[in-house]
């Protein structure tokens, strides 16, 4: 069953068309990607889903429910977790608390919100640790933001997304601006997140697409053009045009 | 204990010994005003440029009852922040619909709009001479009309203001509102209603002002029209700045140095401005944090330098 699901879903900005039609169903359980050149509205289609941008029309189920126009913020709440292209953290912050302000939106009750010390919540403070722990910044958990580098940055990026215990997790080029090393890392780090979530995932990197992947749906000019298992993906002419401009096809 | 309360209380106690008790309560209402703009400037980074508004209301709202109505000094308190509260509610309201500069831009008009109700509505503010004649009724056989007793008073109050304010600071909701100061659309994603949560902290904002508007009003028995005016406004920014919005205790520093020169220097030099001036140049060019990080860097270069 399709945990998350878009029906004809389109975003127009002015005269632009970023998602055109978009009808795609994302399996409970799987790791989805989604592909497609630059500005094919990726990114565009993922503020829709997490209610950044409200749709032009179209609309969008979570677990069965309409959530078509609800704000990012209650978004978060249903189970619906995004990291960044840009890496987009709290800079003064530690990575603790990074993590913290994420794991304590979607904890069970914010009671003592106005009074209770923030560093007297245990179970938040757990869920953070073990987000950090997942994505391998455990013992870096005081360090200030800006002391870190940036391959640990898209690290903590994961970790805030980890940290609200969602259903869906949605990354979007979780590999942004990373050397072949921290690459590397990262596609472990997935990896390993796979089974645990599901996962929609946006990449440019080919190699990480077709080695993680269940399913791919390959975007181009803000429609979908093709969905299928990594090999059906490889072997599709219409997506070898769109990446190659036609020139080999 | 702490070496900043043990600093504090001190301040509390020598305070009234070196300077007229008037000016040493004023230092502890404008520091109380401050720490309402803090919250909203220092934590959430929302430069409102409109503190006056709040301040001004509560003062004149509490400063009607206690002269016409004689309410005794407990009521009135408890006026001046629900007016504080609630005219920050409505202002605030109104404000964070919008960022940045538009934000800045609204928070100052709205206090203009509420400054020149108060200047036109003569009838009850007195317009441009003031509400005079505001009461400092005597509470539990105190007299609070004798400056100590009520210099006693005030800073019971700011000690207990900045007890919750600490306490505000360093709750979920004092982590939220600097999460949403860091970044915003952050915030948001992670699940933050954020233009609730600057609303909580106008409002939270607003209740320490209107405080502070009330116990200005006794201090000095009359509400000038300045109270509730745009300079008031710049005012407390420019001291929290000065002290260090960064900090909790900044706008205390700040409404030290702040008082403490208008009162004292400008007996001596009518253009005292100009020295708030040149302060205020320093720090913007040298000490983001004022003098809290002026301060705090200093320690750290005397303790880094080698011993000889």
């Known amino acids: 069953m399709a945990i998350l699901e878009t029906k004809n879903l389109s975003k127009a900005f002015g005269a632009l068309t970023a998602v055109d039609g978009v009808s795609l169903g994302i399996e409970a359980g799987t790791l989805h990607s989604i592909i497609g050149p630059n500005g094919a509205g990726k990114t565009t289609l993922f503020n829709l889903l997490t209610g950044t941008c409200r749709p032009s029309s179209g609309r969008i189920f979570f677990d069965g429910r309409d959530i078509t126009g609800t704000p990012a913020h209650r978004v978060a709440h249903l189970g619906l977790a995004r990291s960044f292209q840009r890496t987009n953290v709290f800079p003064a912050f530690s990575l603790l608390d990074n993590v913290w302000v994420a794991a304590f939106a979607c904890g069970p009750s914010w009671k003592g919100l106005l009074w209770r010390r923030a560093d007297r919540y245990p179970e938040v403070r757990a869920r953070a640790l073990a987000a950090l722990a997942d994505v391998g910044l455990a013992d870096k958990a005081e360090w200030p933001v800006r002391e870190i580098s940036h391959g640990e940055q898209r690290q903590l990026e994961l970790a805030i997304a980890l940290a609200a215990a969602p259903r869906v997790l949605l990354l979007d080029e979780p590999a942004a601006g990373l050397s072949p090393e921290e690459t590397k890392r990262l596609v472990a780090l997935v990896r390993a997140l796979k089974g645990r979530y599901t996962i929609v995932l946006i990449e440019h990197k080919m190699d990480i697409i077709m080695s993680v992947s269940d399913r791919i749906s390959v975007m181009h000019f803000g429609s979908l053009i093709a969905e299928g298992s990594p090999a059906e993906i490889q072997r599709n002419p219409e997506v070898r045009r769109a990446y190659l401009g036609g020139v080999a096809a | ?308």
């Open chain 2, 1 to 308: 204990m702490k070496k900043e309360t043990i600093l504090l209380l001190a301040a509390v106690l020598v305070l009234p010994l070196v300077l007229r008790p008037a000016i040493a309560s004023e230092i502890w209402i404008f520091a109380i005003f401050g720490l309402g703009l803090n919250l909203l400037l220092g934590y959430t980074g929302l430069l409102s440029f409109g503190q006056a508004t709040f301040f001004g209301s509560a003062a004149y709202v509490a400063g009607w009852l206690l002269k016409h109505y004689g309410i005794d000094v407990f009521l009135a308190l408890g006026t001046g922040v629900f007016v504080g509260a609630a005219s920050a509610a409505l202002v605030g309201y109104l404000c964070v619909q919008r960022s940045g500069l538009y934000f800045i831009m609204l928070t100052f008009a709205l206090n203009q709009l509420f400054y020149f109700v108060a200047y036109q509505w003569t009838s009850v503010t007195g317009g441009e001479d003031g509400m005079p004649g505001i009461p400092r009724p005597a509470f539990l056989g105190i007299d609070f009309r004798e400056p100590l007793p009520y210099y006693v008073f005030v800073s019971a109050l700011f000690l207990l203001s900045l007890w919750i304010m600490k306490r505000i600071v360093e709750s979920p909701l004092g982590r939220i509102l600097q999460a949403i100061r860091e970044n915003e659309v952050r915030a948001e994603a992670v699940g933050y209603d954020v233009a609730r949560f600057k609303l909580a902290a106008f409002v939270i904002g607003g209740a320490f002002s209107g405080l502070a508007g009330v116990l200005y009003a006794m201090l000095f028995g009359i509400v000038p029209l300045e109270a509730i005016g745009f300079v008031t406004s710049g005012n407390v920014v420019f001291a929290t700045l000065i002290g260090g919005s960064g900090s909790l205790y900044g706008p205390i520093i700040g409404s030290f140095v702040f008082i403490w020169l208008s009162e004292s220097v400008s007996t001596l030099w009518a253009r005292w401005p100009l020295l708030l001036g040149v302060a205020f140049v320093i720090v913007v060019l040298f000490f983001r944090g004022g003098v809290v990080e002026a301060w705090s860097r200093f320690w750290s270069w005397r303790s880094s330098k080698p011993k000889t």
